[in-house]
T-cell receptor
Framework: EAGVAQSPRYKIIEKRQSVAFWCNPI?????LYWYQQILGQGPKLLIQ????????DSQLPKDRFSAERLKGVDSTLKIQPAKLEDSAVYLC?????????????FGPGTRLTVL | GNSVTQMEGPVTLSEEAFLTINCTYT??????LFWYVQYPGEGLQLLLK?????DKGSNKGFEATYRKETTSFHLEKGSVQVSDSAVYFC???????????FGRGTSLIVHP
């Protein structure tokens, strides 16, 4: 089966600009996650969707970050305006939640550099 | 809150050496525990998992045992290969929740 797709793979922008990332999860996976991974750190969960509803967005900086999953399939994460500290890899993951233990399947990530 | 602490890297080993990467956690109740691996240029992949105390997860020669008494989930492999060079992440999913917490990752470098 096809894996989690993300685009673009790399993005360089200036601070105060806007940027958007796209994620297409594995077909049939109801749960979708966005993570921020700063260099040298583990992934930090930004937002979790179950179908098109938000399960948790407690760590999403809502003054500048937004995410949507309108049809319960693919998702977009936006940053507006970007700050230098937003430079990171943005990971998308999905899971089927067929078991109690939630195995996540990760995409390759989008590496964002803010200058 | 929940947290995961991993040993600092990089860990540098020769091929066929024994590997241990330490992981300890803080969480209430009985979380599920995971090891993920990230090869260069790729996304994270689940390596193994354990869902209850004394469970042993295993995959590709790697093992980790869920130790509730020491709140640990150390990763081990008896004989590493160059192809095992990657970053390894310990993670937990709290009991009754699917909100995961990841450690900082430990880089493993295996020399021929």
């Amino acid at each position: 089966e096809a894996g989690v797709a993300q685009s673009p793979r790399y993005k360089i922008i200036e601070k105060r600009q806007s940027v958007a990332f796209w994620c297409n999860p594995i077909s049939g996976h109801a749960t979708l996650y966005w993570y921020q991974q700063i260099l040298g750190q583990g992934p930090k969960l930004l937002i979790q969707f179950q179908n098109n509803g938000v399960v948790d967005d407690s760590q999403l900086p809502k003054d500048r970050f937004s995410a949507e999953r309108l049809k319960g399939v693919d998702s977009t994460l936006k940053i507006q305006p970007a700050k230098l500290e937003d430079s990171a890899v943005y990971l998308c993951a999905s899971s089927s939640r067929k078991e109690m233990v939630d195995e996540q399947f990760f995409g390759p990530g989008t590496r964002l550099t803010v200058l | 809150g929940n947290s995961v602490t991993q040993m600092e890297g990089p860990v540098t080993l020769s091929e066929e050496a024994f590997l241990t990467i330490n992981c300890t956690y803080t969480a209430t109740g009985y979380p599920s525990l995971f090891w993920y691996v990230q090869y260069p240029g790729e996304g994270l992949q689940l390596l193994l998992k354990a869902t209850k105390a004394d469970d042993k997860g295993s995959n590709k020669g790697f093992e980790a045992t869920y130790r509730k008494e020491t709140t640990s989930f150390h990763l081990e492999k008896g004989s590493v290969q160059v192809s095992d060079s990657a970053v390894y992440f310990c993670a937990l999913s709290p009991q009754g929740s699917y909100i995961p917490t990841f450690g900082r990752g430990t880089s493993l470098i295996v020399h021929p």
